[in-house]
């Protein structure tokens, strides 16, 4: 003796047990839009903030020359390019054979009327430096 055969299971059954009603379709055409949304709305606020508020300007540094003068200290010779008118800071460091910072100096760059000033300043070292570099330049 056999049992009966089951019911078909309808079309409308299968989708019910998976998830696809009409309900759901919409709830997850609204979460994908939210989610658009809330995308566009935080790039457009890290552009804004990024680059376009126009306040933004920097300094370009540029080292030019170094020279171990002794065991004590190192001469760092860099060009930096700035709007005129304004003043910078920049850091300058000494570094021995194996990269460690042996000077450690921050040299202020003075306010003039060319875009392009070239700074020398000597740099005072616990130990025999091999190079002498700028670390990072900001307005003042």
């Known amino acids: 003796m056999s049992s ?5 299971v309808t079309t409308a059954e299968i989708d019910e ?10 709830w997850n055409r609204r979460g994908a839009w939210a989610a658009a949304a809330a995308f566009v709305a935080v790039f457009t606020a890290w552009v804004v903030w990024g680059g376009l508020d126009g306040t933004t300007t920097s300094v370009d540094a540029v ?3 170094h020279k171990v ?5 190192v001469s760092i010779t860099f060009r930096a390019a700035l709007p005129p008118g ?3 800071s920049c850091a300058l460091q000494a570094q021995n054979q194996t990269h460690g910072i042996v000077g450690w100096k921050i040299v202020d760059v003075p306010e003039s009327d060319v875009r392009v000033r070239s700074v020398t300043s000597v740099v005072n070292t616990t130990e025999l ?3 002498g570099l700028i670390y990072r330049c900001w307005l003042t």
């Open 4 to 8: 009966p055969a089951p019911a078909p």
């Open 129 to 131: 430096a091999v190079t």
């Open 69 to 73: 003068i002794d065991d004590r200290s």
């Open 63 to 65: 080292d030019t020359a």
């Open 86 to 88: 304004t003043s910078a």
């Open 17 to 26: 047990r998976y998830g696809r009603t009409p309900g759901r379709k919409r």
